[in-house]
């Protein structure tokens, strides 16, 4: 038992896979898929490379590998290279697959063979192995996938596979050996397969795989037109029967001009749902024993032949479609070598068939890996715990439905045990699923019935809200309205009350001026009236003295009497004088007395007048005061107005925008109260749909 790595031929666009499991369902071996994550990949060392995944991938989520593009790159380096075509190429290309030797000319393929003479070599080994070893069975290999199906699944089969290598092996050895002039060339494959890398890689014989879909992509890509370029005929020895190999029996209609009567002994198929399952059957006929089998097993991969393999794209066209062109390059092969006498022909194209057949030199031997296959196959124990998780829990729950992918539920059970897959993907298991959510939902349902006609009750009470809020929200409207047009008139008043209060405070000001000037006017009168006091102070003092002078006057008068008295007749007139004298001082005293009077009633008007100033510039000082605090406070008052005045317009902008709010929570209110109407009908069809699931 051995292993070995296989390369990839095979990817996956994971950007377009579904997981939709088409490619498990195409798949003969099933256990190289991994379905147990979001998206499928590929164990390259479990695949075959028989490439039917992607013939039935409609995602385009399946691509294959091919070196279309190494070759070029290498050909525009300047490597020296040459090139092998197998004969499918005549139904890829319909009458221009020798235009195609000359765009390989024109990338510097210095010669081009067909596969087909290839083809023609391996039918005379096979013949020839049976000739010589009289073999049980047969098993015919050319196709790699074949090959590597026997190698990895049922070794047992080995010794059965021809010894003999394939058409394109041959046309490599063939080359290697009888034209040394490209002994060291790398070998470009012009294949229908994408297989045959793994054949390559397992040989050491080929240096590029390139599909025939990649070399038809990279002509459009570039916008290159075959008919631009000439026929180049291929070198060597031509094909005669075997330019059929690439159509379904073309091995037999060779082997046919050895060996007549052939196709007696020889079991013909091909498709990956017809050979696998029957290789697997002649496998468990072996172990049992005592079984015939055909001497020569014809066996193809692909359904339609090469001409529909994975690397042409073709597999869906029709049959006829694909072989005419096959066909009529075998009649113009036919026609060309003009066989009047068949069997002379036919010993002479033998003749020179075996000047480039050599025994040993297209012997094949193959490995054993059958250590890749590390399916692990669960017991009865291991299916009955696999099958409880995939809701199997009785023999009719195995339904075998093949939804899946996989054909059987045991088949489904060992890939979940091999954690190649998940529960999730078992139609059953989902069934089983929706039949258990079924019944929670109808509870559910019940539930939610009962939820819905109190949804339904509490958007009856929320419309009623909604439509007293409506009516409140109104009512705000109005309120806003009327407290927009008082605040308006408000703000007006205040406006005009500040206005007046400032031509108040200048007039206020003016007093304060004018009060100022009279406390100034007052203290001067004071002042005055002061010094009117001294100065009649002085009157006084002065009076005092002409009374005291009258007094002494009327008294020098009486002494002057007396003594003109005593002059007699000679004072006389003395006397006369003296008693005017004294009348005069006695007027003149009198006239002091009522001045010194009139003067002490001055000065007691002028200290009354003083004390009543005094008192009165107190009160000027005390009022001056006052109004300065009420020039203050009036001004503070000015301020709070000229604000009361700004804050007024701020607030009726404000209701403004309050009133427009509320007619847009209005607005909100009726729509609100359109979408719970909505709510409930919603609420009432689901109501419906609810009876319709309990039912």
Same mark, same amino acid.
């Given at each position: 038992?051995?292993?070995?790595?296989?390369?990839?031929?095979?990817?996956?666009?994971?950007?377009?896979?579904?997981?939709?499991?088409?490619?498990?369902?195409?798949?003969?071996?099933?256990?190289?898929?991994?379905?147990?994550?979001?998206?499928?990949?590929?164990?390259?060392?479990?695949?075959?490379?028989?490439?039917?995944? $992607?013939?039935?991938?409609?995602?385009?989520?399946? %691509?294959?590998?091919?070196?279309?593009?190494?070759?070029?790159?290498?050909?525009?380096?300047?490597?020296?290279?040459?090139? $092998?075509?197998?004969?499918?190429?005549?139904?890829?290309?319909?009458?221009?697959?020798?235009?195609?030797?000359?765009?390989?000319?024109?990338?510097?393929?210095?010669?081009?063979?067909?596969?087909?003479?290839?083809?023609?070599?391996? /039918?005379?080994?096979?013949?020839?192995?049976?000739?010589?070893?009289?073999?049980?069975?047969?098993?015919?290999?050319?196709?790699?996938?074949?090959?590597?199906?026997?190698?990895?699944?049922?070794?047992?089969?080995?010794?059965?596979?021809?010894?003999?290598?394939?058409?394109?092996?041959?046309?490599?050895?063939?080359?290697?050996?009888?034209?040394?002039?490209?002994?060291?060339?790398?070998?470009?494959?012009?294949?229908?397969?994408?297989?045959?890398?793994?054949?390559?890689?397992?040989?050491?014989?080929?240096?590029?795989?390139?599909?025939?879909?990649?070399?038809?992509?990279?002509?459009?890509?570039?916008?290159?037109?075959?008919?631009?370029?000439?026929?180049?005929?291929?070198?060597?020895?031509?094909?005669?029967?075997?330019?059929?190999?690439?159509?379904?029996?073309?091995?037999?209609?060779?082997?046919?001009?050895?060996?007549?009567?052939?196709?007696?002994?020889?079991?013909?198929?091909?498709?990956?749902?017809?050979?696998?399952?029957?290789?697997?059957?002649?496998?468990?006929?072996?172990?049992?024993?005592?079984?015939?089998?055909?001497?020569?097993?014809?066996?193809?991969?692909?359904?339609?032949?090469?001409?529909?393999?994975?690397?042409?794209?073709?597999?869906?066209?029709?049959?006829?479609?694909?072989?005419?062109? /096959?066909?009529?390059?075998?009649?113009?092969?036919?026609?060309?070598?003009?066989? &009047?006498?068949?069997?002379?022909?036919?010993?002479?194209?033998? &003749?020179?068939?075996?000047?480039?057949?050599?025994?040993?030199?297209?012997?094949?031997?193959?490995?054993?890996?059958?250590?890749?296959?590390?399916?692990?196959?669960?017991?009865?124990?291991?299916?009955?715990?696999?099958?409880?998780?995939?809701?199997?829990?009785?023999?009719?729950?195995?339904?075998?439905?093949?939804?899946?992918?996989?054909?059987?539920?045991?088949?489904?059970?060992?890939?979940?045990?091999?954690?190649?897959?998940?529960?999730?993907?078992?139609?059953?298991?989902?069934?089983?699923?929706?039949?258990?959510?079924?019944?929670?939902?109808?509870?559910?349902?019940?539930?939610?019935?009962?939820?819905?006609?109190?949804?339904?009750?509490?958007?009856?009470?929320?419309?009623?809200?909604?439509?007293?809020?409506?009516?409140?929200?109104?009512?705000?409207? *109005?309120?806003?309205?009327?407290?927009?047009?008082?605040?308006?008139?408000?703000?007006?008043?205040? &406006?005009?009350?500040?206005?007046?209060?400032?031509?108040?405070?200048?007039?206020?000001?003016?007093?304060?001026?004018?009060?100022?000037?009279?406390?100034?006017?007052?203290?001067?009168?004071?002042?005055?009236?002061?010094?009117?006091?001294?100065?009649?102070?002085?009157?006084?003092?002065?009076? &005092?003295?002409?009374? #005291?002078?009258?007094?002494?006057?009327?008294?020098? *008068?009486?002494?002057?009497?007396?003594?003109?008295?005593?002059?007699?007749?000679?004072?006389?007139?003395?006397?006369? /004088?003296?008693?005017?004298?004294?009348?005069?001082?006695?007027?003149?005293?009198?006239?002091?007395?009522?001045?010194?009077?009139?003067?002490?009633? $001055?000065?007691?008007?002028?200290?009354?007048?003083?004390?009543?100033?005094?008192?009165?510039?107190?009160?000027?000082?005390?009022?001056? $005061?006052?109004?300065?605090?009420? #020039?203050?406070? %009036?001004?503070?008052?000015?301020?709070?107005?000229?604000?009361?005045?700004?804050?007024?317009?701020?607030?009726?902008?404000?209701?403004?925008?309050?009133?427009?709010?509320?007619?847009?929570?209005?607005?909100?209110?009726?729509?609100?109260?359109?979408?719970?109407?909505?709510?409930?009908?919603?609420?009432?069809?689901?109501?419906?749909?609810?009876?319709?699931?309990?039912?």
């Amino acid at each position: 038992m051995g292993t070995g790595t296989l390369a990839p031929v095979i990817r996956i666009d994971e950007e377009k896979c579904i997981n939709c499991y088409a490619c498990i369902t195409a798949c003969p071996v099933k256990y190289c898929m991994d379905g147990s994550g979001d998206t499928l990949t590929i164990n390259g060392d479990l695949c075959i490379g028989c490439g039917h995944c $992607i013939a039935v991938c409609s995602h385009e989520a399946r %691509l294959l590998i091919d070196d279309c593009a190494r070759f070029h790159e290498d050909a525009r380096r300047g490597d020296r290279i040459i090139a $092998i075509v197998a004969p499918a190429i005549a139904s890829f290309f319909p009458g221009k697959f020798l235009k195609l030797n000359g765009y390989l000319k024109s990338l510097g393929v210095e010669a081009i063979f067909d596969v087909s003479f290839g083809a023609e070599l391996t /039918v005379l080994s096979y013949i020839n192995f049976i000739r010589d070893k009289n073999p049980r069975m047969v098993i015919a290999q050319p196709c790699p996938a074949i090959v590597t199906f026997i190698e990895i699944y049922h070794p047992e089969l080995l010794p059965f596979l021809s010894p003999a290598d394939s058409p394109m092996l041959h046309s490599i050895k063939m080359i290697r050996e009888y034209y040394p002039q490209y002994r060291n060339h790398k070998i470009a494959v012009i294949s229908p397969c994408i297989a045959k890398k793994r054949e390559f890689d397992e040989t050491g014989m080929g240096d590029y795989n390139i599909t025939m879909r990649a070399v038809r992509d990279h002509l459009e890509e570039k916008k290159l037109d075959l008919d631009s370029y000439p026929a180049v005929e291929y070198i060597g020895a031509p094909a005669e029967r075997a330019v059929t190999f690439s159509a379904p029996g073309g091995l037999l209609d060779t082997a046919e001009r050895f060996v007549p009567g052939i196709r007696r002994r020889t079991r013909k198929i091909e498709g990956v749902h017809t050979i696998y399952p029957y290789l697997t059957e002649v496998a468990g006929l072996l172990k049992k024993g005592g079984a015939a089998f055909p001497l020569l097993v014809d066996c193809l991969n692909c359904e339609k032949g090469c001409n529909g393999g994975p690397g042409t794209g073709h597999g869906e066209k029709a049959l006829d479609e694909l072989e005419g062109p /096959v066909l009529k390059r075998s009649a113009e092969v036919e026609q060309k070598l003009n066989p &009047k006498n068949a069997s002379r022909l036919y010993a002479k194209y033998n &003749k020179q068939l075996n000047r480039y057949w050599k025994n040993g030199l297209y012997i094949r031997t193959y490995r054993d890996l059958s250590g890749n296959n590390t399916i692990r196959h669960p017991g009865e124990a291991e299916l009955t715990q696999v099958y409880r998780s995939l809701r199997k829990f009785n023999p009719k729950d195995i339904y075998d439905c093949t939804a899946c992918g996989y054909g059987s539920c045991k088949a489904m059970a060992t890939a979940i045990y091999n954690k190649l897959n998940k529960p999730e993907n078992c139609a059953h298991n989902t069934h089983a699923l929706l039949e258990e959510e079924k019944k929670l939902m109808t509870g559910v349902n019940l539930e939610m019935m009962k939820d819905i006609d109190l949804a339904i009750h509490l958007i009856d009470g929320i419309n009623n809200v909604v439509n007293d809020l409506s009516v409140k929200v109104g009512s705000q409207i *109005a309120a806003v309205d009327k407290s927009s047009t008082v605040t308006g008139r408000m703000t007006s008043s205040l &406006k005009n009350s500040s206005d007046l209060s400032l031509q108040k405070r200048e007039s206020i000001k003016e007093l304060i001026d004018n009060a100022a000037k009279g406390q100034e006017s007052m203290r001067e009168t004071i002042e005055s009236v002061q010094g009117i006091s001294q100065s009649v102070d002085g009157i006084a003092s002065a009076i &005092k003295i002409i009374s #005291a002078i009258a007094a002494n006057t009327n008294l020098l *008068a009486m002494n002057a009497a007396i003594e003109a008295a005593h002059a007699g007749d000679a004072g006389r007139g003395f006397a006369v /004088v003296a008693d005017e004298i004294r009348r005069l001082s006695e007027t003149t005293r009198e006239n002091s007395r009522n001045i010194s009077q009139t003067l002490s009633n $001055i000065i007691g008007g002028i200290n009354i007048t003083s004390k009543r100033s005094g008192e009165t510039d107190s009160l000027i000082n005390d009022m001056s $005061i006052e109004i300065n605090g009420f #020039a203050n406070t %009036l001004t503070e008052l000015i301020g709070i107005f000229s604000e009361l005045s700004s804050e007024g317009f701020e607030i009726s902008a404000t209701l403004e925008s309050l009133r427009e709010l509320s007619a847009a929570v209005k607005t909100g209110y009726g729509e609100m109260l359109s979408m719970t109407e909505k709510l409930k009908e919603d609420m009432n069809s689901l109501s419906s749909v609810s009876d319709r699931i309990v039912i």
